[in-house]
Structures are given as structure tokens and as C-alpha cells.
């Protein structure tokens, strides 16, 4: 959607549905939401199919050179099994970066520097804090710097976690060769969704993030994703289930302002 973005500018609450093939926007860098990033992200949702032969993919940001992303989410389905530095969120990040209060459920498929939350964090200036990641993650050719949350990092990642059991192959076939948790922990399920656990613990469920569904989800509170007074939007529809959003396009059903149990 974006090929270069830069501060002092800034995005906010930003949605996109898209499916693209990646052949080398800006510095070679592809992302749902945006290719290369030195800015502010917040409240952002970025849902994208994408393929293609370049490096630097990543669900919402290809690229990161000191930007920041912060409570926003990714889902779908990245990569093609022959590209480097891809992730679920980010592809790569360096500099000053950080990733904050942020998950992705987006399946990856890459070669080296694959991991479901960010590819390669490639600067011990960067962090990654109360994040997590639960989409399968797949390597090919032989891959090793592939990880359920991250590829490789030489950044600090705190509070940020892959699902137990999530499934991470190196090799591209199942039961050949499995990932290694370098660099993450793993928890199960219905303890990463309990908010009274860490990460979802530090995040903010009065007017930044919801709980809805079943089992328990964070789902961002963009104004036409969890305000009961925009259910009716048809950005929802455009969204997949892996947004928490089933239960909201259930509600769609009933008029504003009646509940429904999950």
C-alpha cells in the first residue's frame, strides 16, 4: 500500500485486505501495509497474500529502519519458499526498531531468516516486548535460521512468545526437521490468551484492544472492528477469522447495541 514511510510523519488505525506479488518495491522491501518504514505504526491491521522472489517481506512492514510498531496486527499467508528476512509481521528490522504490543497469525513460507512474528532482527538497538506469534512457519532448501517467532536476532525480545506446538519446519516437508525456539519462549494457547498473563497483561483493554470470542483474543479496537456502534461496516466482512472477527461478523447479524455470547 505504502512504499516508503518516513517520520516525523505517522500511521494510524490503518486497515488493508490485499493479495500482491512482490517483485521489488522500494529497496527491495514488501509489507502489507508498508515496504520500508522509519516511522510510528499504531492500531494498524494489515491482512495480506503475498508472494514473489524479493527479500524483506513481512505481513505489515517488509523493512524497518528505526520505525516503531505498536498494537497493530497481521494475518495470512507470506512468502514463497525462496525469499530471506520474511516474517509474519515484519521482515526485517535494524537500527532503533521496535515492535510493541503486536501479533501476527500469518503463515510464512521463506528460506533463511524466517520467523512468524519478525524474520531477522539484525541490530541490538531493536526490541520486540509483549508480542507474540501463532501462524506456522515453514523453511526450504535446507533453511536453519528459521523460528516460530523470530529467525535470528540480535535484538532483545522480552514478554514475546510462539504458540506450543505451532508447527515450524526447516525443511519445508513435515516431519523432516524441526525449528529450534532460539530466541523465544513457547506457551500454550489458552495461557498466551488469558490477559492476565504476559504479554496480553501489559496491554491496554480499555481503549486500545477487546476481548472477544471464544476462546479469549485480543482483537485491535479500530473504530470499525470491535466499536459496537460500527459493526455494520463492510471493512469487517473484508477481514479474515483470524483477526478475532468471527464473533463480530456473527453480531452483524443483530441489530447495534445487542449482545450475543461468544
Not at 196 to 206: A, H, K, Q, R
Request: proline share 4%.
Amino acid at each position: 500500500l505504502i512504499g516508503l514511510a518516513r517520520a516525523p510523519g505517522s500511521i494510524s488505525d490503518a486497515s488493508v485486505t490485499l493479495a500482491f506479488t512482490h517483485n521489488g518495491p522500494f529497496n527491495g522491501a514488501g509489507g502489507g501495509l508498508v515496504g520500508n518504514n522509519g516511522t510510528l505504526i499504531q492500531r494498524s491491521i494489515a491482512a495480506s497474500t503475498m508472494t514473489g522472489g524479493n527479500n524483506y517481506m513481512g505481513g505489515l512492514v517488509g523493512y524497518m529502519d528505526g520505525g516503531i510498531i505498536l498494537n497493530s496486527v497481521s494475518s495470512g499467508s507470506i512468502g514463497s519458499g525462496s525469499v530471506n528476512r520474511i516474517g509474519g509481521l515484519v521482515g526485517f528490522m535494524q537500527n532503533q526498531s521496535r515492535v510493541e504490543k503486536s501479533y501476527s497469525t500469518a503463515m510464512v513460507r521463506g528460506l533463511q531468516y524466517s520467523g512468524g512474528l519478525v524474520g531477522l532482527v539484525n541490530a541490538a538497538a531493536s526490541t520486540i516486548t509483549d508480542s507474540f506469534a501463532t501462524g506456522e512457519v515453514r523453511g526450504n532448501g535446507g533453511a536453519t535460521l528459521v523460528g516460530p517467532l523470530v529467525g535470528q536476532s540480535a535484538g532483545t525480545i522480552t514478554n514475546s512468545y510462539a504458540v506450543t506446538g505451532t508447527f515450524c519446519d526447516s525443511q519445508n516437508a513435515a516431519g523432516t526437521q524441526a525449528c529450534g525456539t532460539t530466541y523465544t519462549g513457547t506457551v500454550a494457547l489458552a495461557t498466551l490468551y488469558d490477559p492476565t498473563n504476559v504479554p496480553l497483561s501489559n496491554w491496554d483493554f480499555v481503549t486500545v484492544w477487546h476481548i472477544c470470542g471464544s476462546p479469549v483474543c485480543p482483537c485491535a479496537a479500530i473504530t470499525f472492528l470491535c466499536a459496537e456502534a460500527q459493526l455494520d461496516s463492510p471493512a469487517i466482512d473484508a477481514l479474515p477469522l483470524g483477526f478475532c472477527v468471527d464473533v463480530v461478523k456473527r453480531r452483524l447479524a443483530r441489530p447495534v447495541g445487542v449482545t450475543m455470547d461468544s
